[in-house]
């Protein structure tokens, strides 16, 4: 349980920075930027699918948390949302390095996911255009703020700083939780559920994927490591993970039905694809 404690901890703190800076520069564009300024982010968000699956990639939670906080102030759209959470690998470079993998295959896995991530931040972003109206988004920037009531009008440092300390307790909460089911559950047990099936091992899979917790991702690389799960089945568990992004959009975003949308669709996304994937995989 100690190690339970420490690894928790460790990941709550290293969260902290991307935090921090997420809610610093929102609170700059609330009460510092021009109309200008505003009228440039809101504009520039169609091209977000491209910037979010890339930014996604780099192997850490914080850009996934930061999209969670910068999608419920409205600053950029659902399809880069789902870009950003789709491309996110979050601790499976590290894990794969470690365990001496192939380069090629990790710069491979990647290219995977941020192809797929951009595909669907795009489509995504194109079938809501269509059925809902255009928003100002960088106006609803200061949801965050009322959304805490924690006087956002005083300096942006000090309300950047409680917005932190406020979201890192109910990251370190809720993870703990986590750490501990995944602890008592063991890897292995987890392993079984999805071992020698085709189609319900992607299921199972994005399952596991869609805990929010960095530990996720890296169940799921070890158990690819280690010939418990097929290439579709790991896919479709890292398209659907989005480290603590997922929790902390539920904690930020008061559109309950939204955020459920998002989960559904990440889930379908990462099941799809990852079937997909392990079809080709035994047909090449």
């Not at 789709?86 to 001496?100: A, G, H, K, Y």
């Not at 269509?130 to 009008?153: A, F, L, P, T, W």
Request: aromatic content about 8%; charged content about 15%; glycine content about 8%.
């Amino acid at each position: 349980m100690m190690d339970v404690v420490f690894d928790t901890l460790l990941d709550g703190v290293k969260l902290l920075p991307f935090l921090f800076l997420t809610y610093l520069a929102m609170e700059y564009l609330e009460h510092r930027t021009s109309a200008k300024t505003k009228k440039f982010v809101k504009n520039s968000g169609k091209a977000g699918p491209v910037i979010g699956a890339l930014l996604g990639a780099v192997p850490q939670c914080g850009f996934s948390t930061a999209a969670s906080n910068l999608y419920a102030g409205k600053v950029i759209t659902v399809g880069t949302l789902i870009a950003i959470f789709m491309s996110t690998s979050d601790e499976m470079i590290p894990v794969f390095l470690s365990e001496q993998v192939s380069v090629l295959v990790i710069i491979k896995l990647i290219a995977i996911k941020i192809v797929i991530g951009l595909v669907m931040g795009f489509l995504i972003d194109l079938i809501v255009s269509r059925s809902q109206k255009n928003y100002n988004m960088v106006e609803k920037i200061g949801h965050v703020c009322d959304h805490d009531h924690c006087g956002c009008e005083t300096s942006i440092f000090k309300s950047a700083l409680r917005h932190t300390i406020t979201i890192f307790a109910f990251i370190v909460v809720i993870s703990f939780a986590l750490n501990t089911v995944i602890h008592f559950v063991g890897e292995d047990t987890l392993g079984n559920l999805v071992l020698n099936k085709p189609v319900i091992g992607p299921m199972i899979a994005a399952v596991i994927g869609l805990i929010p917790n960095c530990a996720s991702s890296v169940v799921l690389t070890q158990l690819y490591i280690q010939g418990v799960l097929g290439i579709g089945s790991l896919m479709a568990g890292l398209l659907a993970g989005s480290g603590v992004g997922i929790l902390v959009l539920f904690r930020e975003n008061d559109d309950i039905k939204d955020n459920l949308r998002i989960l559904a669709t990440l889930y379908i996304s990462g099941v799809v694809w990852g079937i997909i994937i392990d079809a080709l995989s035994r047909v090449i």
